[in-house]
C-alpha cells in the first residue's frame, strides 16, 4: 500500500522567516496531494492541496511543489507568523475515480517564534 | 454551508463495552471518509462510505465497522472496546464524485479506561 514519510517531525522558525516542509510518497499511480494544518484541540483544515498534472501552487503565503519523477512534494510557508504554529500533514490519494482513502504522513509541528 | 459535525464531541468508555459515533457531512455531500488519529500511530484510514455503500476500507480489525444513511449521515460503532482504541476519531466529508478535497469534522475524543 501507499507510504508517506513526512520530514522534518518538528521545525522551529523565527517570525517572517520561510519554513519547508518535505513529503515522499512510495505509489507512483498517487495523484492528489493535499496538506492540512491542525492547531492543538482543532480539526484538521485542508490549506492547500495539488493535482499530478501540476508542478506548483501558489495561495497567498503558501505554495506546494510536486516532483512526480522523484515522489515528492513539499509545503512552502513564506513571511511566517505566529498564527502558522501548528502541526502540519501531508498526504497522498492513489488515482481511480472512487478511491477517497487519504494515506498521511505522521505531521510536523511548526513553532514560529515571535 | 455548513460544515462536518461530530456527536458526541468526548465519550468515555469501559474495556469491553461497545460505542456508536455519529457524523453529518456537508450540505450536497456524499461520501464521508472515517479516520482514527493518535499520537503514535498519527491518522489512519478507517473506511470510506458512498451513497450507503462501503468503497474503500482500511486495516482495522472487524470491531470496527460503519454505515450510512440515506441523507448521507454515516456513523461508526466500536465493539468490544480496547484499551488501544483510544483515539481522536475524525469523520471527512467529500462530494464523492466530482473533486478530490475532503474536509474534516471536530471529532470524537473517545477514552476507553
Known amino acids: 500500500g501507499e507510504n508517506v514519510e513526512q520530514h522534518p517531525s518538528t521545525l522551529s522558525v523565527q517570525e517572517g522567516d520561510s519554513a519547508v516542509i518535505k513529503c515522499t510518497y512510495s505509489d507512483s499511480a498517487s495523484n492528489y496531494f493535499p496538506w492540512y494544518k491542525q492547531e492543538l484541540g482543532k480539526r484538521p483544515q485542508l490549506i492547500i492541496d495539488i493535482r499530478s498534472n501540476v508542478g506548483e501552487k501558489k495561495d497567498q503565503r503558501i505554495a506546494v511543489t510536486l516532483n512526480k519523477t522523484a515522489k515528492h512534494f513539499s509545503l512552502h510557508i513564506t513571511e511566517t507568523q505566529p498564527e502558522d504554529s501548528a502541526v502540519y500533514f501531508c498526504?497522498?490519494?492513489?488515482?481511480?475515480?472512487?478511491?477517497?482513502?487519504?494515506?498521511f504522513g505522521k505531521g510536523t509541528l511548526l513553532t514560529v517564534n515571535p | 454551508k455548513a460544515g462536518v459535525t461530530q456527536t458526541p464531541r468526548y465519550l468515555i468508555k469501559t474495556r469491553g463495552q461497545q460505542v456508536t459515533l455519529s457524523c453529518s457531512p456537508i450540505s450536497g455531500h456524499r461520501s464521508v471518509s472515517w479516520y482514527q488519529q493518535t499520537p503514535g500511530q498519527g491518522l489512519q484510514f478507517l473506511f470510506e462510505y458512498f451513497s450507503e455503500t462501503q468503497r474503500n476500507k482500511g486495516n482495522f480489525p472487524g470491531r470496527f465497522s460503519g454505515r450510512q444513511f440515506s441523507n448521507s449521515r454515516s456513523e461508526m460503532n466500536v465493539s468490544t472496546l480496547e484499551l488501544g482504541d483510544s483515539a481522536l476519531y475524525l469523520c471527512a466529508s467529500s462530494p464523492g464524485t466530482s473533486g478530490d478535497e475532503q474536509y474534516f469534522g471536530p471529532g470524537t475524543r473517545l477514552t476507553v479506561t
Open positions: 498526504a497522498a490519494r492513489r488515482g481511480g475515480g472512487s478511491n477517497y482513502k487519504l494515506t
